[in-house]
């Protein structure tokens, strides 16, 4: 006979799946449960555990042991500074892309575009690593449209300026020291 009670198990919403999508999540579930899994429960537990706050402490946790310093540690700050201030105790699991598009277009707007593209990238970030981890099932940052990039003016290494300086001194003293002070 059958242990426990019977309990119902959403799979998601009808408007929202096909008819063989529903049907085929409604036999993993079912195998779940014949092989003694509780996904209610399973389910229950993921979103208690995975706030977006702490799917950033488990990210960055597991990122400092891979990442360069000063990267993570942008990354840490624009994340903690823009997106937990907003997101920090969100459930990963109901953060819609619509939120996604409202946070990006406030930081835009707040902090400029590339402030704006940087933090949603971070955030990004944390949600594929946290799809890889097995704690949420999407991005919802993917297929953000980010904001344009303008064209910046190239920066010359540190190698390459004695060579720059040396072709301007081909110009003469007194036009190459001009050029020199541009």
Not at 36 to 44: A, N
């Amino acid at each position: 006979g059958r242990e426990g009670k019977m309990r119902l198990f959403t799979i998601g919403k009808a408007d929202a799946l096909s008819v063989t999508r529903a049907r085929n999540l409604a036999r993993e579930t079912i195998a779940r449960v014949y092989q003694g899994g509780d996904p209610q429960s399973e389910r229950s537990e993921r979103k208690r555990a995975a706030t977006f706050g702490a799917l950033v402490e488990q990210y960055l946790a597991d990122k400092k042991v891979q990442a360069g310093k000063r990267t993570l540690g942008q990354s840490e700050w624009r994340l903690s500074k823009y997106v937990l201030p907003v997101w920090g105790g969100l459930s990963a699991f109901e953060i819609r892309p619509a939120q996604v598009r409202s946070l990006h277009s406030q930081l835009t707007a707040r902090v400029g575009p590339y402030a704006a593209n940087n933090a949603l990238a971070d955030a990004s970030a944390v949600f594929t690593w946290a799809i890889k981890n097995d704690k949420v099932p999407n991005n919802p940052c993917r297929g953000l449209e980010y904001n344009p990039p303008n064209p910046r003016g190239r920066v010359l290494f540190d190698a390459e300026v004695p060579a720059v300086w040396a072709a301007f001194n081909s110009y003469g003293p007194c036009s190459g020291s001009a050029l020199k002070m541009i």
